[in-house]
């Protein structure tokens, strides 16, 4: 029978076997044509085999190294759609589940996915999400409620989250973790762990790291760090600089007489670490804590590179398993190609050990496009046969292969942001819809199905489209007397410090000492609030613990995040913005009449190793303006030249990405974010002195100006900002006009 060309999951021609088995969902496929048992659809078989280098002699380009990613992705892809899906999934080792097997791959592939040109591996990955309705195992008890591994497939449920911001899609999740973070951040030490093993630290760290960073809630990042400390108290051994698997192995050696350290445990440990670091604060305590372990467990499996490129699976006796063994190499090759990529490993020392990783991994992808010499699922060193495979292996081979595409191009910064929303065209083209019953046949009742979906369709309540139930209690309009324009600024610490300023035009603030203890992410950005009357609102609007919602006057419904916001800076040094957290101390000048005027301190925060930086910074706002006058003075304990980056934050909807104009000439970027439905659009603009001015670049969460200051010497900017439904700027032509027209004095 033909299989015809599909954007779906194929349906298997086995069945139910022993009640153990079933075939994958009829929604795999739009269209039902069975294919033959065993034969994947055609969208699912391999793509010509690429060139793998298997030399080591040269940098892998980008487009070989992806071409390798997409080869095995494609392989792994086809092998589960032809198989069952077992109905118990604990101990499902090839087939599609959420267990921690293919949890792995899932990771890897979702990678792929955000820079792939081909729709079929989110499609896939959105089709497992799907059929697993975005749950997790482990419901039986509270020992299974914690098992990290089954935390793993969090990560796929995220990365759809950050695409699609589709609310259902987090909620089993976040459940999960919420209760397991007074389990993780329990006070007493207890004699069993929560992570007893090391492989956990790849499988559930990541994934509450992660949640920390897409909620602002540092619950999950702060408990996950403890359970993390704990773990590595007992399984590292310092000596050594590895990791044992798990406590039964204290002691325990090989026929040589040297202790077991299994190279796929330390393999989970290096990546996992790579995939923790990339979500935590750059500015978060603790943070050298791990850097400093993934350098020193890096430089010690360096050190145990075989020859032949690949690393034993027990490290420390490699005449012990003389074979093969790639699930282990994967990550390290994975992990070092990661630690130099992000500057955290030296590019000249690890290099040549990457490049002879991969070249070794490459000479062990087998004919049918899968990872071979991969070691099965267990818990420590055991020998293995050149045909074994696993997802987890052709996860990690994905990984580390667009970590090899990274090498040819400039170095990342951490924290990595989230991934761009995806277009409504996108989401649909990979998103799985079920066939109509098999009842619907002919033109009659395809007709009435059709007129059956679209009445469904228009009187099915939708809380997007409709907004939630009004019980918005409205803001009552200040006396008669207070209703004069004026511009103001004030403590807050009624709001955890924040200091708060507007005019009749636009209203921001900036985040103080309390809410940097309680938050850890917050930062030195700047909020923007959307204002439309012109006396000042933002008091009473914070009197409200839900003060995100619009009751008249204005809202704040502006997410600076880990960004820089409407006009924030830092330093730009090695591809990276080096932030400090939030101000120290202020001091209000002037408020209450024509012009809001105060200044604030940051102290010191550290750019890479390289020097240290503290900052003193005046801001004024008159009446009728649009924008803030900032004069800032930067310290630093090297003599040196900064570059300063001042930042827009990047945002992202249904609508698109938004509008980013920059002005050389004029020294100018003016930013038109995406239309919200519920809330309108607010747009934003940085002026500088174009004879400071370098150039613009950008990274994962902000547009970016670039000037260049001298430490100790003042320099002005601006940051001005407008909402379309303030009364005055009505879309983005007319903001665009405004600051083309607008006088700055430098």
Known sequence: MKVKRSYGHRIAGSLLLAGTLMTPPASFAQEQAVPVAGVAPEWLRLPPRPRLDTEGQRLPTRAEALAAAEYVNAAQMADMAARPIPLSTGGALDAMAPNWVSAVYYVGAARLARVSERPETLRFLTTVAEHYHYALRGARSGVTMLNADDIAVGDLYQELYARRRQEGVLMPLQQRLDWQVPHLARKEDTKALVWWWCDALFMAPPVLARMSAITGEPKYLLAADKEWRRTAQRLWVPQDRLFLRDERFVGRTEANAKPIYWARGNGWVLGGLAR?????PADQQGRAYYLDLFRTLAGRIAELQRPNGLWSTSLLAPEAYPEPETSGSAFFVYGLAWGINHGVLDRATYLPYVLKGWAALNRQVLPN?????AQKTGDQPVHTAAEDTGPYANGAYILAALEIADLSGPGQALPHGEPIQDSPEVVAATTPSPPAPKTVRGP??????????????????????????????????PPASERTPRAVARFAPDRLDDLLWENDLVAHRIYGPALEVKEAPSGSGIDTWAKRVRWPFMDRQLKFPNYHMDRGEGLDYYDVGRSRGSGGLGIWYDNKLWTSRNFATYKIEETGGKLARFSVTYKPWPVDVVRKVWETREFSLPLGSHFTRMRSTLQSDSKEPLVVGIGIAKKSNENGKGFIARDQAGGRMTYWSPESAEHGTLGFAIAVDPKMLIGFTEDAEDYIVLVKVQPGQPFTYYMGSAWDRGGDVPDRAAWERLVAGETFAF
Not at 276 to 280: G, K, T
Not at 448 to 458: D, F, L, P, S, V
């Open 276 to 280: 923790w670091l990339e979500a935590m």
């Open 444 to 477: 009659e009742e395809l007709a009435r199905r059709e007129a059956e979906m679209k009445a469904t369709a228009a009187l099915a309540y939708d809380p997007v489209l409709t907004g939630r139930p009004s019980t918005v209690e409205p803001l009552a309009p």
């Open 369 to 373: 496009g899968q990872l071979g010499a």
